[in-house]
């Protein structure tokens, strides 16, 4: 799982679960889910 999502236990930090669901409630609270996914969609078409 950890190869998959290209985690590195070793040389990096990561979020717990408190800052993810403060993440998730932000992007709730501001219908922010649309633009998140048409960016991203639109970054990876340009090969960035």
Same mark, same amino acid.
């Given at each position: 799982? *950890? *190869? /998959? #999502?290209v985690i590195d236990l070793i040389g990096g930090w990561i979020s717990?679960? @408190?800052t993810i669901l #403060? /993440?998730? +409630? &932000?992007v709730g609270q501001?219908?922010?889910s649309k633009q998140i /996914? &048409? @960016?991203s969609m639109l970054t990876s078409s +340009?090969? &960035?």
């Amino acid at each position: 799982m *950890r *190869r /998959f #999502a290209v985690i590195d236990l070793i040389g990096g930090w990561i979020s717990d679960e @408190t800052t993810i669901l #403060a /993440f998730y +409630n &932000v992007v709730g609270q501001h219908e922010l889910s649309k633009q998140i /996914f &048409v @960016t991203s969609m639109l970054t990876s078409s +340009n090969g &960035v």
